[in-house]
């Protein structure tokens, strides 16, 4: 594929992820972050996040599954979830998990449920999406690398 | 790092301990930290931030931690590490309410950033260390100069530290309201109680001076 193409169907992807409300400020942060020593740093961030938040996402579940709601611990655990999201630039994810906290708050178990339902469907979503970016983008190549054959 | 008061300050190499149990969030922290080109050490636990600083409490210029850490109540490490080291140390959370942010302060915290934290405030943050030192240094030998000080040669230095953070939305608000109050105090001349404050009216006595 001609890197030209590759590059730009990269920044229209990237485009439609920030124009769905996706992403927001902060993954663009991380791109800039990224560097000859850190050519891959927005995916290793991505990467790391997903591994670590599955761990938070089983804890989540279990406090969930359980009568009554431990408010409390929930809440608990969307502060590390919430901040790591927001870390990564998860614009809608990052929203999700502030409503949940407001149910906590309120003490609306139902609220905290389904809100976490619409969370989750953010959360694996945005990871199929970032997965199809990374991998074009590492089609694209950096601009340094434009020259050395695949 | 060069603490003279006559030449330019020098952040680079300054020395941060970054405390956080979020994997993700501690990478970027680090790498954002040592974009600043400070130097960066980093931890996942309250405890072995302690220890490494009472093994050696000049080790470390300055703490920024998360107000949330499973091994220690964060809050709890702040005080600690307020009174045994006597460090600035700033906190992260990813809520901005207010009641937190304002109890991190009385509990000696000299910041609260808002996570996902911004490399504009990161590059702020060595303001504290130097404030720190100057009203420690300024504490020993305490002045009576009258309380007639324009905000003009300090407000660069807090506005510095206010104007990134206008996306944190009430924290903002919180941090400006703040900075009003102390104007107040400064004009009344009254013996405000509240630490952070009298931190900030040294360092205009000490600009001033300057």
Same mark, same amino acid.
């Given at each position: ?7 730009? +169907? ?43 938040? /599955? ?24 502060? +590390? ?5 927001? /870390? ?63 | ?6 030449? $330019?300050?020098?952040? !680079? ?33 309250? !405890? ?37 080291? $006597? ?17 991190? !302060?009385?509990?000696?915290?000299? $910041? ?12 702020? !943050? ?85």
């Amino acid at each position: 594929m001609d890197r030209n193409n590759c590059r730009r +169907q990269v920044a229209a992807m990237k485009q439609s992820l920030f124009d769905q409300g996706l992403l927001d400020e902060q993954f663009i942060q991380l791109e800039e972050l990224q560097d000859d020593a850190n050519p891959n740093f927005v995916e290793e961030i991505v990467t790391l996040y997903y591994r670590d938040s /599955s761990r938070l996402i089983s804890n989540l579940e279990q406090t969930l599954e359980r009568n009554p709601l431990d408010f409390n611990k929930l809440d608990t655990i969307m502060h +590390q979830f919430k901040g790591s999201s927001s /870390s990564i630039g998860a614009k809608k994810v990052k929203a999700e998990s502030s409503l949940i906290r407001e149910y906590c708050r309120t003490g609306n178990a139902e609220g905290c449920r389904k809100s976490y339902q619409q969370m989750k469907k953010e959360y694996v979503a945005l990871r199929k999406k970032l997965e199809n970016y990374f991998q074009l983008a590492r089609q694209a190549g950096p601009l340094e690398r434009a020259c050395r054959p695949k | 790092m060069v603490m003279d008061d006559s030449t $330019d300050l020098l952040p !680079i190499g300054m020395r941060v301990l970054a405390v956080d149990d979020d994997p993700t969030c501690l990478k970027v922290l680090e790498t954002l930290l040592r974009r600043c080109e400070y130097h960066v050490t980093t931890t996942s636990q309250a !405890i072995m931030a302690l220890n490494m600083l009472r093994e050696n409490k000049d080790k470390f210029d300055l703490v920024i931690s998360d107000v949330h850490i499973p091994d220690m109540d964060g809050f709890k490490l702040l005080e600690l590490v307020g009174l045994e080291m $006597d460090l600035p140390v700033i906190m992260l959370s990813a809520y901005g309410d207010t009641k937190l942010a304002m109890k991190g !302060i009385s509990h000696g915290a000299c $910041d609260y950033l808002l996570k996902p934290v911004r490399l504009e405030e990161l590059k702020n !943050i060595w303001q504290h260390v130097i404030r720190k030192k100057k009203s420690d240094s300024k504490g020993k030998n305490k002045t009576n100069k009258p309380d007639n000080a324009t905000s003009d040669s300090c407000s660069g230095l807090r506005s510095a530290g206010t104007e990134n953070s206008d996306e944190n939305g009430r924290l903002a608000k919180k941090r400006k309201d703040q900075d009003e109050d102390e104007d107040e105090v400064k004009e009344n001349g009254n013996d405000n109680e509240d630490p952070s404050a009298q931190m900030k009216m040294r360092l205009i006595e000490q600009v001033l001076k300057n």
